[in-house]
């Protein structure tokens, strides 16, 4: 059974039900309702969807262009209307085709009515489909140039600061003078370019690994890997991190909990959920659970930061999607997308579980990939 919601134009009960019992017996399930005046016409479009108007062509208190007027203006204007006449001469046809209607069908030959309805209703569905992929289009386009934007932006920081810092070298160095308070002050600038140059390559890196993943799958390197004893590694490694956070962060786990991973991509997965639970959960306390689960490994990572919104807790794993102002959080938005690649790609699923206000859980859950 096919459903349809028909709204008919007509000002003859005894047609309304002739149409009607044409697409019955064609198979449709038919919701219908009748209409032969403009204001129920605008009245019933507003008050609930349909997914086809047939209209008489010329009824005695409107015209199916009549019709067509009010259907443009209404909040569906694209909803196919099918001309169904006793009497339409040509010009007449021309007429309410450029005006808008999708097709006509003679009242002496109904057998046309199924298949035009078919048709229209096929050609709706595509142009419904076309939208739907476009809205999809321009946000993703939209996506990019906000990432583009900001890329720009993160990538400038450190270069200006890098810049400032080899600027006052050079000076120092033309100027000669003190060569031992000068030594202090060379040491801890170039302390400050090698941070700057650092962030810049790490910055660029994760680019590159975007890119890379964009244009293809993922290629695993497996390897005996001990995510306790990695869990601790980049835990220590963002021990700054956290301190700039004010966050205290506890592991939770087995001795070991052993699986054939890719390090390097397990340890960047863990570096952005561990860097997002220390920049959108400062000043609270981060908590890490690993657990064996047998032929898989779980880790959770719980803070009790900003939280993520019920709509965006899926959108923010899709590329350079955020959730949070571009101007109050730094970041590229593609931190949750290369996560979530690299957990597929091992076989494995990352969920969240998150209000607003109330922190966030990340839940990963990892195959072992080891023969059983
Ligand atoms: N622990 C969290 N708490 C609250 N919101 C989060 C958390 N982790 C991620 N988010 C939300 O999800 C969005 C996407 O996270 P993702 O790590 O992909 O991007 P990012 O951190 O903004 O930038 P980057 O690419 O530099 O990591 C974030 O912008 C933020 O809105
Ligand atoms: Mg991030």
Known sequence: MK???VLVVEDLEDDYLLVRDELVAAGFTVVSERVDTAETLERVLAARDWDLILSDYSMPQFTALDALRILHASRQPDLPLVIVSGSIGESSAVAALKAGASNYVMKGSLAQLVPVVDREL??????????EAFVALERAVRARDEFLSIASHELKTPLTSLRLQTESLLRAARRGGDVDRTNERVTTRLEAIERNAQRLTHLIERLLEFTRVTSGAIELAREHVDLVALVGAVVAQLADTFHDARSDVTVTSPERLEGSWD????????????????KFGPDGPIAVELEDLGSAARLRIIDRGIGIADVDQQRIFGPYERAVPERHYGGFGIGLWLTRQIVEAHGGTIEVQSAPRAGSTFTVTLPKGLPA
Not at 265 to 278: C, F, I, K, Q
């Open 263 to 278: 390090r390097e991509r397990l340890e960047n997965m863990l570096n952005d959920l561990l860097s997002n639970a220390a």
């Open 3 to 5: 459903p349809l919601r």
């Open 122 to 131: 096929k050609d709706a569905r595509t142009r419904r489909e076309r939208n």
